[in-house]
């Protein structure tokens, strides 16, 4: 079915591909071009760092009226992130605007990756954690780091 | 167009963008409340047409372009703005962060954030803020912005047949159209307000070849193509034939009219010629004996052929001789086979006829006022391909048998052929005992067939005094309800034809 992709896809993904964000990659399927693979290194700093997570993007037809859909593919420990990759991020639901982009959105992923917000969680076990023992729960994300997202 | 509602933000609005920011159609005059305020306002302004309830044709038309994408181009099927933009520098701050293209009908919000105003529109459908400082907004609070129209009137553009399409190789269904710079495209640039109406008269627009071929042509070039075109119709200088400049080499190697040299012979001739050239005159083509049915196998030249010929003369004679006995002997051969394969045939229906009986029965209705006339006759049957009919005479055929019924079986007078025997039998039928019939059986009879005026010999066979005339009662059962019941009885015993020779033709083959 798919018609023509509109010019503002084309436009993003050129830009993605011709001037990269650190640590942020982007690339669209050969066979679906609004489809994207998706890859961030965890930021410096987080207790993510070292890793590389992968993700998938889809821009639906009502793209830019509508958030594309992201998910996580690398399991993670993060209290806005859920075991199936889910993740809890305003922009990506009720405050979504057609002025956000990909990339917009994957830095604002990459940012809740250095800091994760235990207050609205999505994963609420791994949020408890993190609310009663930050320490600890750094530590078991370091240690899911290791084991899923080591390249 | 009737302008009907408009409220006063609107007319404000419009009053204040004269003269208006013209893409993508022409101006259309508008009667409304305040003609002197806004005489002129642009069609091309979808927010304004949308807005102001134009007709639905023209919304509908708008829905789709939106549909199908949010940036739009001064055609749909051509360049976009931001393909023909010349300058870049500066021309960030004048796209729409939606679409991502260059702005087309500017519409600000209160803070002055830009967006092309379908964009805006059905972002404010979905969500009623400004995409980028997320104030509150909702259609009525959009604002234009003069700045902008005026930055974007001014722009520099390239002619819009300064670019051409690029062939893709991508599979059709995510073909994006590409615009690539034609190197034979117009060099013209002018600002944006002036694209229009350069485009409409501008040269390099491409044009249909007048001769129906996928030629490139250009508005410019038309006249010269007509006599360039490789497809362009010319008449061929020997067979006159209208045909395709393309075509002429293939039809150069087919034209009929084109004198060419038999290759045997060296003679000059129409193409068209050579064939019955060959067949008929040709003294260098070999041809085939004229014995060759004969047996001869010979083939020679055509100008050799006279000297075979007497050269083979006694050689011809014998195969000819030796040809027609073998012809007459298979002739008699298959003479024999058909006369042979004729008499089984007729051996075979003659038994399929013999032993067969047939009953024929003759019912007279009114026997009592029948009787009174001295022959009466029944209707013909046929019988072994013969015609039949039975007679009686109720008091007798001649003085002889007065007081009794004669009662014969008679054969047609008007059939021909040998002979038929005939095993038959005659019955007058008891209607009330079946067993109690009155029979004369045992007649064997050789009917003759052929005329013999010399020989008064009778066609019919029977009984002259069959039974008297008054056993013939209903007390006797031989009668009920006034019908008399006869039954002739036959079995074709033989038959034997006479044929003729059949007028057929056997001229010619030999």
């Known amino acids: 079915m798919a018609a023509n992709l509109p010019r503002r896809i084309i436009k993003e993904t050129q830009r993605l591909v011709s001037e990269p964000d650190p640590g942020i990659s982007a690339t669209p399927s050969d066979d679906n071009l609004r489809y994207f693979n998706v890859m961030i290194a965890g930021p410096t700093g987080s207790p993510f760092e070292g890793g590389v997570f992968k993700l998938e993007l889809f821009l639906t037809e009502e793209y830019p009226m509508a958030p594309p859909k992201v998910r996580f593919l690398t399991r993670i420990y993060h209290p806005n992130i859920d075991r199936l990759g889910r993740i809890c991020l305003d922009i990506l639901k009720e405050k979504w605007s057609p002025a956000l982009q990909i990339r917009t959105v994957l830095l604002s992923i990459q940012g809740l990756l250095s800091a994760p917000n235990p207050d609205d969680p999505l994963a609420n076990d791994v949020a408890d954690h993190w609310k009663k023992d930050e320490a600890g729960a750094i530590t078991t994300a370091k240690a899911w780091t290791n084991k899923f997202a080591m390249v | ?510």
């Open chain 2, 1 to 510: 167009m009737l302008l009907k509602v408009l409220t006063g933000d609107e007319v404000v609005r419009n009053a204040g963008s004269a003269p208006t920011f013209n893409l993508l159609g022409p101006n259309t005059t508008v009667q409304g409340i305040t003609p002197n305020l806004f005489s002129r306002v642009n069609q091309s302004d979808p927010l304004f047409t949308l807005t102001s309830g134009f007709s639905a044709t023209s919304v509908r038309s708008f829905e789709g372009n939106v549909a199908m994408d949010y940036g739009q181009s001064r055609d749909l099927d051509g360049p976009t703005l931001d393909d023909l933009v010349c300058e870049e520098k500066d021309i960030e701050e004048y796209k729409c962060p939606i679409c991502m293209q260059i702005l087309q009908s500017p519409r600000q919000c209160k803070n002055g954030h830009l967006y092309c105003a379908l964009c805006i529109q059905k972002s404010l459908d979905k969500r009623a803020e400004c995409p980028q400082c997320r104030v509150p907004l909702n259609l009525s609070e959009l604002a234009k912005s003069l700045v902008a129209e005026k930055h974007l009137r001014a722009l520099k553009v390239h002619c819009k047949y300064y670019l051409m399409r690029e062939e893709s190789k991508k599979p059709a269904h995510n073909a994006e159209v590409n615009w690539i710079v034609d190197p034979e495209g117009c060099q013209e640039t002018f600002t944006q307000e002036e694209a229009e109406r350069h485009e409409s008269k501008c040269g390099y627009a491409p044009d249909l070849c007048m001769f129906g071929a996928n030629c490139r042509v250009r508005k410019m070039t038309v006249e010269e193509h007509r006599d360039a075109c490789p497809y362009r119709t010319i008449t061929c200088d020997h067979c006159k034939k209208e045909i395709k400049l393309v075509s002429l080499e293939d039809h150069n190697v087919k034209c009929p009219e084109i004198v060419i040299h038999c290759e045997l012979c060296q003679a000059e001739m129409k193409r068209g010629h050579l064939r019955e050239h060959r067949r008929q005159q040709c003294p260098e083509e070999d041809i085939p004996c004229a014995y060759s049915e004969q047996g001869c196998d010979a083939q020679v030249k055509r100008k050799q052929m006279p000297r075979h010929m007497e050269e083979s003369a006694a050689s011809h004679l014998a195969r000819v001789s030796q040809h027609l006995s073998q012809q007459l002997f298979q002739m008699s051969e298959d003479f024999k086979q058909s006369l042979k394969a004729r008499d089984d045939k007729i051996r075979s229906l003659e038994r399929a006829l013999a032993d067969q009986n047939f009953d024929i029965d003759w019912k007279m209705k009114n026997w009592s006022s029948l009787k009174k006339k001295s022959y009466l006759q029944s209707g013909e049957f046929e019988l072994a391909g013969l015609k039949w009919y039975m007679g009686i005479y109720p008091n007798g055929d001649l003085p002889d048998a007065r007081g009794h019924i004669s009662l014969f079986l008679f054969l047609s007078s008007n059939c021909r052929g040998q002979k038929v025997g005939l095993r038959f039998s005659l019955r007058i039928m008891n209607h009330r005992n079946p067993n109690t019939k009155i029979v004369q059986n045992g007649f064997r009879a050789n009917f003759p067939l052929v005329e013999r005026p010399e020989e008064q010999v009778s066609k019919g066979w029977g009984a002259k005094r069959f039974t008297p005339c008054d056993e013939i009662t209903e007390a006797n059962g031989y009668l009920k309800d006034d019908l008399l019941f006869i039954q002739a009885s036959i079995t074709v015993c033989n038959i034997r034809w006479e044929v003729e020779t059949a007028n057929t033709s056997i001229v010619g083959y030999w």
